[in-house]
């Protein structure tokens, strides 16, 4: 038996080929139109998560600093109008005063609010130093204090300005290396340091790098 005219099997085979590729190819696309239009619903969705989580996150963290502060704070102990009285190695008496102190919760440092330092107390000529602020270190008994340090030696006759001075309060000496303006009896000074040695009795000036000390002698000085 002959074939039907106009009918070839490789040609409907090749026709079913296309279509089922085009059908397949049609699932696909609707699948993917759907994930498309399901993560157009969900990625706000997510977004608005995140940046909840986020704003979350930093609320907490602000709010457990605020807490860590406070504890922090509560443990410290306050203390108005403080007065610390010692001796140095020589015996020599010392007063270290302030307007406040605060005592660090976890060790024997004060910091201390507008502190004034009275040295050599037994002696008619005191050294006196006073501070913007400062800190008091009672188990290594050394006093550090700035900025806007005044320093007035009775011994000498000096009155300094510094930015910072370090009293040690074992050895009674005082010390500073952030620049040093003076004057007194026989004149100015300017220098890069200074150590005050036997409670005032001797006072080195040093200069360090391009500053060099300089200053003016007053000859209607002591014993002109």
């Known amino acids: ?14 026709k079913d080929a296309d279509e089922a590729r085009v059908a397949a190819a049609g699932v696909r696309w609707r699948r993917r139109s759907e994930r498309v239009q399901r993560l157009r619903k969900i990625l706000p969705i997510i977004i608005l998560l995140i940046a909840g989580s986020a704003v979350t996150w930093v ?29 140095d190695a020589q015996g020599r008496s010392f007063r270290i ?13 004060y ?19 006073t501070a913007d602020g400062g800190r008091y270190d009672e188990g290594d008994r050394k006093v550090v204090i700035g900025p806007n340090v005044q320093i007035t030696d009775g011994a000498s006759g000096f009155s300094l ?17 952030k620049g040093v303006v003076g004057n007194g009896p026989l004149g100015t000074i300017n220098a890069s340091s200074y150590a005050i040695y036997e409670d005032g009795r001797r006072i080195e000036f040093k200069g360090q790098g391009d500053q060099k000390i ?11």
């Open 1 to 14: 038996m002959s074939e039907p005219e106009g009918h070839n099997p490789h040609q409907q085979a090749l």
């Open 59 to 87: 609320v907490f963290r602000s709010v457990m600093s605020g807490v860590e502060r406070r504890a922090s704070e509560s443990r410290e102990l306050r203390l108005d109008n403080p007065m610390f009285h010692g001796q």
């Open 97 to 109: 005063g302030a307007e406040g102190a605060v005592r660090a919760p976890d060790n024997d440092q």
């Open 111 to 129: 910091r201390l609010i507008k502190p004034l330092l009275e040295l050599n107390l037994g002696g008619q000529k005191i050294t006196k130093l």
């Open 161 to 177: 300005k510094t930015p910072e001075a370090v009293i040690d309060t074992q050895t009674g000496i005082v010390t500073g290396d």
């Open 214 to 224: 300089s200053g003016t002698i007053n000859p209607s000085g002591p014993g002109r």
